[in-house]
């Protein structure tokens, strides 16, 4: 077997091209930031830190907070991998940074720390759902990457992804993906509603890429796994003579790529199983060798991640999810806020000078009593929580008693086991700070790039256009209000038409967009456009089809391929509300990355 080269080795092969339609050849080593690799921006120094899982103690959380005010622009902003950056830095503070982290435990390794991708279920073992808590398995792949000399010539685009059964962070699109189960477990999110009972064997199923089977093997052998299919994937990339960042850049395609990942795992010892669940064909494959050999059938292969039970919980601000139960706030209570007449029980809400209105009160989404702690969710919008607002976070962990926060893939943020006495007061201090802490929040399911002043392509201020695009939805009927509020939940129109996720961007590269289908908002020089993005599946595999909306008949979808008309900034609001709610009333489908 081929040995995986080195990083020098690596960065020296040559790209040649491949086709496309089975992967394709990077013509360079990928630009991502790092912490010790900053990004020069039009606004300043960029730095991306990486945080396995999403996951910081107290101290960890507050570091980052002092660092964002001390070095940067003042705020902690947070990825789609749950990952925080850093804008407006110094170009000499790199020192600096590095050695703050490497105090605060957040840069174990200096050569390893672009490679650090690992996306968690936040809610795993806080709530009951998932096959299992998936924490010792994120602290061990960390630790074998961190350990690796090869692993170092994986791209800063490589992506881990640790799912506890119940079908979230398994819809990301990731490169390896791991996904808790037991034999003879269901799809995620259909039979994952319990934990799993103590004793029963469990397993992880690996998947590369979007490939339609994954291997099973033993649960405690699963973070070795996961680091022998990403030296099988560089073991590929050095037989091809290309430089690929993703499992999808390879020409063999993820399916043969499973076949080398079994040859690399049975070669190292490790015992790999199918007669947990038996091996069969992906529905509609036409040939007889589609299963490689110690594979079993993938269990989501066409991911909606909002369709597990706990999944939307985690762009929904302002969730408390009863620690005891596992039942979230709206399965229990529900939203008071009354869609037709546009007034929560306390009167009607007013809008701020930040961006969107939310209601005054919050303790009226808390789960009925009794129960003794719950774990909160606040989304931070756009992506932007303040170093305030952070510290915040950080102090009610502490008083939590387990002095730990979980960064989320969407951009919120999972505060573990608060006391219910103090959920309350908690989130009116947070709601103070800038974050959002209702489940209605306006600011659910939108997303944007930097734009302007942060980025010298883009050719909007995105931010400001989007908040502003809000607080007008405000001024129109309730109902359109909810409806560019409230993102499609993976399960079907219901009532009140849940809309599609948007996103806003400063110009055509369209940086930071999820995956899946969506409302896309770009700025040109003559204005916005509006277009519904639909067809892109949650690897970014595929030539996803874009459907214009013109601003003259926002509440219908104009053909695909159609020339795109510009939007007046006085039509933007009502046309990407109507967007939102015509789309996901014509079936599309939506994951996040």
């Known amino acids: 077997m081929a040995t995986p080269p080195t990083p020098a080795a690596h960065a020296r092969q040559v790209a040649p091209t491949c086709d496309r339609t089975t992967g394709r050849a990077r013509q360079r080593d990928d630009a991502c930031p790092g912490a010790l690799r900053l990004h ?17 103690d107290s101290c960890q959380a507050r570091a980052l907070a002092d660092l964002a005010q001390r070095l940067g622009d003042g705020a902690l902003h947070l990825t789609s991998r749950g990952n925080v950056q850093f804008r407006g830095l110094p170009a000499d503070c790199g020192a600096d940074l590095a050695d703050a982290l490497t105090t605060a435990r957040l840069l174990p390794s200096a050569t390893h ?20 808590d998936i924490r010792p398995w994120l602290t061990e792949l960390d630790r074998l990457l961190c350990a690796d000399d090869a692993v170092r010539a994986l791209s800063g685009r490589f992506l881990f992804a640790l799912d506890d059964g119940r079908g979230d962070v398994a819809a990301l699109g990731a490169d390896v993906t791991l996904l808790a189960s037991v034999p003879g477990a269901g799809p995620p999110g259909a ?31 699963a973070p070795r796994a996961a680091l022998l299919a990403a030296t099988a994937f560089l073991e590929a990339a050095h037989e091809h003579g290309i430089r690929a960042w993703r499992v999808r850049d390879l020409p063999e395609g993820a399916r043969e790529f499973t076949r080398r990942v079994v040859r690399r795992l049975t070669g190292a010892g490790l015992h790999v199983r199918a007669d947990d669940v038996p091996v069969a064909l992906p529905v509609g494959s036409a040939h007889p060798d589609a299963a490689a050999p110690g594979t079993v059938p993938y269990p989501y292969p066409a991911p909606t991640p909002r369709s597990a039970p706990a999944s939307d919980d985690l762009a929904r601000p302002g969730t408390t999810v009863d620690t005891q139960t596992g039942t979230s706030t709206d399965a229990q209570r529900g939203a008071v806020t009354d869609a037709q007449a546009g007034t929560s029980a306390d009167g009607p809400t007013a809008a ?18 009794p129960y003794e702690d719950v774990s909160l969710v606040v989304l931070a919008p756009l ?20 002095g730990e926060l979980r960064v989320t893939p969407w951009r919120s943020i999972v505060v573990p086991r608060v006391p219910a006495g103090q959920v309350a007061t908690a989130l009116a201090e947070l709601r103070a700070a800038g974050l959002a802490t209702e489940p209605d929040s306006p600011w659910r399911g939108v997303s944007s790039c930097a734009g302007r002043p942060g980025c010298a392509k883009s050719l909007a201020d995105v931010r400001g256009d989007a908040a502003a695009t809000l607080r007008a939805a405000d001024g129109a009927s309730a109902g359109a209000r909810r409806a560019a509020a409230t993102p ?15 996103h806003w961007s400063g110009c055509e590269r369209r940086c930071g967009r999820p995956t899946g289908d969506r409302v896309d908002v770009v700025a040109g020089p003559d204005g916005y456009r509006v277009t519904v993005v639909h067809g892109a599946g949650a690897a970014g595999d595929g030539t996803p089809e874009e459907s214009p909306v013109s601003p003259a008949a926002p509440a219908s979808l104009v053909s695909p391929g159609s020339p795109v008309p510009p939007v007046s900034p006085s039509d933007l609001a009502a046309t990407v509300a109507a967007a939102r709610v015509v789309a996901a009333a014509a079936g599309v489908r939506q994951t996040d990355e």
Request: proline residues 10%; contains cysteine; glycine residues 16%.
């Open 40 to 56: 020069a921006a039009d606004d300043g120094a960029l730095a991306r830190v990486r945080i396995p899982g999403g996951v910081l």
């Open 113 to 132: 720390e672009r490679v650090r991708n690992i996306v968690a279920s936040p809610l795993s073992g806080l709530d009951g759902h998932g096959h299992r």
């Open 191 to 221: 039979g994952s509603g319990t934990r799993t009972a103590p004793g029963t064997p469990d397993v992880g199923l690996l998947r590369c890429g979007d490939a339609p089977h994954a291997v099973s093997v033993a649960a405690p052998d």
């Open 352 to 369: 701020s000078a930040d961006g969107p209105p939310q209601s005054p009160r919050t303790d009226k989404y808390l789960p009925e009593p």
């Open 383 to 402: 992506g932007r929580a303040s170093a305030a607002g952070f510290r915040l976070l950080a102090d009610l962990a502490d008083r939590a008693g387990g």
């Open 488 to 502: 499609f939940d993976g399960t079907g129109v219901g009532a009140g038409h849940t809309a599609l996720p948007v």
